[in-house]
């Protein structure tokens, strides 16, 4: 009897992730800046080095086949100025049902420079493949639903990187918090010694708000 129960109640789940893999990407879809939170912290006369850099994010919606349906082309820059990019991604969205969550594989570009500004040339990601991509296993992002929000986080300890500054090995965290306004993000890096690499030192997210829409092909809705 409990083993057709569990046969009962788990297709109910995957219908349920389902769902939640298609509203996340319709949150995720836009353009996301922090402006409001450091124009406040600057009001308040926060400290300067507990003042956020101002970041804007571009989350696209793009076609790319062997990644999958859900599928986000990512470019975030710095400082209103578009040319001062410092991170370029590909997302990848998955039904994760051991974790009962929904898996963001993130995979970086082998040269940057081919694929700025793909959300306007989509054409440009066609022929990509996780493959032709940089993939760090154990740096996926599980995000899970709760009620009107998601909640992201790293798995504790798994994302171990080379640092490509100064060759050493660095542990990455990040924890995520996204509505259909909001989407805020802490990402933070220790050495192997635990010293701090990156990320806010008031341990604080950055909090970006969603100016407008991007459907596919780059179009703003």
């Known amino acids: 009897m409990l083993a057709e129960e569990t046969f009962r ?5 995957n219908r349920q992730l389902e769902k ?3 509203l996340i990407m319709k949150w995720f ?4 800046d922090n402006r409001e939170q450091v124009e406040e912290e600057k009001a308040k006369n926060t400290p300067p080095e507990l003042i956020h850099e101002q970041i804007h994010g571009i989350f696209a919606p793009v076609e790319i086949p062997a990644f999958g349906k859900n599928v986000l082309y990512v470019k975030q820059y710095m400082d209103d100025d578009p040319t001062q990019v410092y991170r370029q991604r590909i997302y990848s969205f998955h039904v994760n049902e051991k974790e009962e969550a929904i898996e963001l594989r993130i995979y ?3 040269d940057d420079e081919a694929y700025i500004d793909a959300h306007l040339e989509p054409g440009k990601l066609s022929d990509l493949t996780p493959e032709k ?3 760090k296993e154990g740096c996926e992002l599980f995000w899970y639903r709760k009620k009107n929000h998601f909640l992201g986080y790293m798995k504790e ?3 171990r990187v080379c640092s490509q500054k100064t060759g050493k090995i660095i542990t990455i965290t990040d924890d995520c918090y996204l509505d259909g306004e909001q989407l805020w993000i802490r ?6 010694d635990g010293n701090y690499i990156f990320g806010h030192k008031g341990n604080i997210h950055h909090k970006m708000k969603k100016q407008y829409e991007i459907l596919k092909t780059g179009r703003i809705g």
Request: proline share 4%; glycine share 8%.
């Open 108 to 110: 970086a570009f082998l």
């Open 157 to 159: 300890g798994t994302c």
């Open 133 to 135: 991509m940089s993939f």
């Open 20 to 22: 939640d893999v298609k």
């Open 29 to 32: 879809a836009g353009y996301f």
């Open 9 to 13: 109640i788990k297709p109910r789940k």
């Open 187 to 192: 990402d933070r890096a220790f050495d192997e």
